[in-house]
């Protein structure tokens, strides 16, 4: 039983919630990336989430975003665009063990977007049209290849063919040459 005007009741959602982690700059080894992510947590325990922190959302999304930085910051642009997966586990790791005292279960985390800078999204599209450029070249010039080598192969098969007509053409008119030789000699 509440007592009026002493005791207040509040209530607090005890499904799955989702909370937006803002777009934030990082630096990383060598670059700087925007990324946002968004966290997937769950109240466990009504009572702590409401007495040991003053408001749990905004902790948890500080939280995440320093750890974040933590993270990232250790990584090469490289790495951090490859290693999505082992970002969110690593944050969901932390965030989940300092949580667990709010009375909060961060059950997901996932990166939205890994963006560099404009300028190194501009190289790195360059690189990639070189490449496939490259590759194109490169197939091109395999089937050109291949190509020459088929002809050299038909020439190749056709003077052999021409020596070989040749060769029996000669048979013949030897034959022929001895066959009408020994018709003469038999009249």
């Known amino acids: 039983m509440i007592t009026p005007f002493v005791e207040r009741m509040l209530r ?9 982690v803002p777009p934030q700059e990082i630096i990383t080894e060598d670059n700087v990336v925007t990324i946002d992510a968004v966290i997937y947590y769950q109240v466990v325990d009504a009572r702590r989430a409401l007495y040991e922190i003053e408001d749990f959302e905004l902790a948890i999304v ?27 586990v690593d944050l969901r790791s932390v965030l989940d063990q300092a949580t667990d005292k709010w009375g909060t279960k961060v059950n997901r985390i ?28 490169r197939l091109l010039a395999t089937g050109r290849k291949e190509a020459a080598e088929q ?8 003077a052999q063919g021409e020596n070989k007509l040749q060769s029996l053409v000669q048979k013949d008119k ?11 000699q038999k009249r």
Not at 63 to 79: F, H, K, P, W, Y
């Open 174 to 184: 030897h034959v022929r040459l001895s066959l009408s030789q020994k018709l003469k």
């Open 110 to 137: 996932e990166l939205q977007r890994i963006d560099p800078q404009q300028d190194i999204q501009t190289a790195m599209h360059k690189q990639k049209t070189a490449e496939q450029e490259r590759r194109q070249l």
């Open 151 to 158: 002809e050299k192969q038909a020439a190749i098969l056709k």
């Open 62 to 88: 500080k939280l995440a975003q320093t750890t974040l930085r933590n993270i990232v910051g250790e990584m090469s642009l490289d790495i951090a665009l490859t290693s999505r997966e082992k970002i969110n």
């Open 12 to 20: 607090v959602n005890m499904r799955e919630q989702v909370i937006d």
